[in-house]
């Protein structure tokens, strides 16, 4: 799949968050990257940055948080481009999760481990 196809798959699934979430979404920058660092190279999107919930008064003049979501890694583990799009989905909806603040721990009770 080419690296424009994804960013659309990237696009439809940050669209597909509910508008009273999104609408709280707050300084974020949303990336596509091809592959993962090399410390990491399964690794299918990261959030970095400040999550809403540890967010005070001192929060100001900061750069965007990032959320990144990595293509190659992702097609290396699906076989279909309808798995590419659950996967693409469920890793949009990870790390965006991240941002207000959910943890692993509870990602992966509800299925978005």
Same mark, same amino acid.
């Given at each position: 799949?080419?690296?424009?196809?994804?960013?659309?798959?990237?696009?439809?699934?940050?669209?597909?968050?509910?508008?009273?979430?999104?609408? &709280?979404?707050?300084? $974020?920058?949303?990336?596509?990257?091809?592959?993962?660092?090399? #410390?990491?190279?399964?690794?299918? =999107?990261?959030?970095? #940055?400040?999550?809403?919930?540890?967010?005070?008064?001192?929060? #100001? #003049? $900061?750069?965007?948080?990032?959320?990144?979501?990595?293509?190659?890694?992702?097609?290396?583990?699906?076989?279909?481009?309808?798995?590419?799009?659950?996967?693409?989905?469920?890793?949009?909806?990870?790390?965006?999760?991240?941002?207000? =603040?959910?943890?692993?721990?509870? &990602?992966?009770?509800? =299925?978005? =481990?």
């Amino acid at each position: 799949m080419s690296r424009a196809d994804f960013e659309v798959l990237v696009s439809e699934a940050l669209d597909q968050v509910p508008p009273e979430l999104a609408a &709280l979404i707050d300084n $974020v920058a949303v990336f596509v990257e091809d592959d993962s660092p090399a #410390g990491d190279p399964h690794l299918l =999107g990261i959030y970095e #940055g400040i999550p809403l919930t540890e967010r005070g008064h001192f929060y #100001g #003049g $900061v750069l965007p948080d990032r959320i990144t979501i990595y293509r190659n890694p992702t097609l290396e583990i699906c076989d279909t481009i309808e798995d590419v799009v659950d996967e693409v989905n469920i890793t949009v909806v990870h790390e965006v999760a991240h941002h207000f =603040g959910i943890d692993d721990a509870r &990602l992966h009770e509800l =299925g978005y =481990g």
